[in-house]
């Protein structure tokens, strides 16, 4: 798919989709628990029809009530109706379910999409093989067989924290307990927070011992409760952004107080000069000029590819550090937003974990970008080309199906013209 954006002052408010990473959190604990929970504020991108089938495929019961779902847990791991799962192209899925999945005792195919499976699971390999577990990986599957055992874990912290978040749904239904000791730099642990806090909230307890410690109770039970999924911070970014640099915008239906790492965007973007006046339930963005700034992706690498658009059309020389992880999703994210932004005239430069912007006001459209297969560089380049002096086409469009599928809609309803040409 192909669209045209057209150069366009938004005006209006717009209301934030669900947060991806809490529904993902919800429907694993829903699946896990005994008993019915109802599942509120579900927006049904691709990578949560993914875990929604997968962990149908467990066992559990999932019907759908519009933007809900009713979730009627699993009572056991025998349960299991078909050992093929396919994760599509969502890491959280693949990471979260692989050590979950073992728990059935036996032997699972995972299948994805795109990149995938070409990204980073040398963990989990790592674990399965310590543990004489049979663990196999190619470019078309993953394969595992055996049963995780309670005991102690020993993870990077500077790796993607979802191989943390998938042991810690895990290791609470092992009859032992369980310790993770992380090898610091501890990277990205707000989202280890998000799984604590969501896995709280259905009866599981995990603990910190000390900053690089978890201690994890064995023979747990998951508690049936209802839970509605906040607004997405990392979603946010973008129209956040969109009203930094392109005119004044009203952000709704967000937790001011949550506990998402993305969240972080709020405080880049007063630390670049951007006026913002917190609401109830969100945020009034002012448009303004961004001043330089080091922004620090450590603990929100999925603001990056924004947050180059964002620097883009500041003033001054960005420097965006601790991108690293941005290589390894579902495009590498530096690469893909430097190549389509020196296309539109911006000057960006990039080493293996920084991205280097010289901020300018004007560029002139190049016709047409490329979206690379993820999702965070067409919504980034949709932005971006608000303020060209014409308008731009951006293939391969269709990507924001994956997290964001209506959001070209709410683009238009802020009075950006869009056309979709293929």
């Known amino acids: 798919m192909k669209v045209k954006i057209y150069p366009s002052k938004c005006f209006g408010k717009v209301n934030l989709p669900p947060s991806k990473s809490m529904a993902h959190r919800s429907i694993i604990c829903a699946s896990l628990a005994q008993g019915k929970s109802k599942l509120e504020n579900i927006a049904y991108s691709d990578d949560i029809i993914a875990t929604i089938e997968g962990m149908k495929k467990l066992g559990a019961k999932i019907s759908k009530e519009k933007d809900s779902l009713i979730v009627e847990g699993i009572k ?25 999945f073992s728990l059935t005792d036996k032997k699972i195919e995972f299948r994805g999409k ?42 990077n912290g500077n790796i993607s924290s979802q191989f943390i978040s998938g042991l810690l749904f895990t290791l609470p239904l092992l009859t032992e307990d369980s310790i993770i000791k992380i090898i610091p730099p501890f990277e990205s642990k707000s989202y280890i927070d998000l799984t604590i806090d969501m896995l709280k909230k259905f ?19 998951y508690i049936a409760t209802d839970y509605k999924v906040e607004g997405d911070f990392s979603q946010l970014g973008f129209f956040a952004v969109l009203g930094a640099i392109n005119n004044d915008l009203t952000c709704e239906g967000l ?32 448009r303004g000029l961004p001043k330089a700034y080091n922004i620090n992706l450590e603990n929100c690498p999925d603001l990056g590819p924004i947050l180059t ?29 430097e190549n389509e932004l020196k296309k539109l005239g911006v000057q960006i430069s990039s ?26 560089i067409v919504m980034s380049l949709a932005i971006f080309a608000t303020l060209l002096d014409s308008p731009l086409i951006i293939e391969g469009a269709e990507a924001i199906s994956k997290s964001y599928p209506n959001f070209f ?12 040409t293929d």
Not at 270 to 280: A, D, V
Not at 409 to 420: A, G, M
């Open 76 to 100: 056991n791991f025998s349960q299991l109706t078909n050992s093929i799962i396919d994760c599509n192209e969502s890491g959280s899925t693949l990471r979260f379910f692989i050590p979950i």
């Open 114 to 155: 795109n990149r995938l499976l070409q990204r980073p699971q040398k963990i989990y390999e790592e674990i399965f093989k310590k543990q004489n577990l049979f663990y196999y990986q190619d470019n078309n599957k993953i394969e595992i067989d055996g049963k995780l055992k309670s005991g102690e874990y020993i993870i």
């Open 203 to 221: 009866g599981i307890e995990v603990l910190f011992l000390d900053d690089l410690t978890l201690t994890i109770k064995g023979n747990q039970k």
């Open 255 to 286: 937790d001011i107080n949550s506990k998402q790492g993305d969240r972080e965007i709020i405080e880049i973007l007063k630390n670049c000069g951007i006026k913002i006046e917190e609401l109830e339930n969100g945020y009034k963005i002012f």
């Open 309 to 337: 658009v964002l620097s883009a059309y500041g003033d001054g020389e960005f420097k965006i550090y601790n991108a690293q992880r941005l290589r390894y999703k579902e495009s590498d994210r530096i690469e893909a937003m």
């Open 351 to 376: 080493d293996e974990s920084n991205i280097y912007i010289k901020g300018n006001s004007k560029y002139i459209s190049c016709n047409e970008v490329f979206g690379h297969k993820d999702h965070r």
């Open 409 to 420: 809609e709410d683009l238009k309803n802020l009075n950006i013209k869009i056309e979709i």
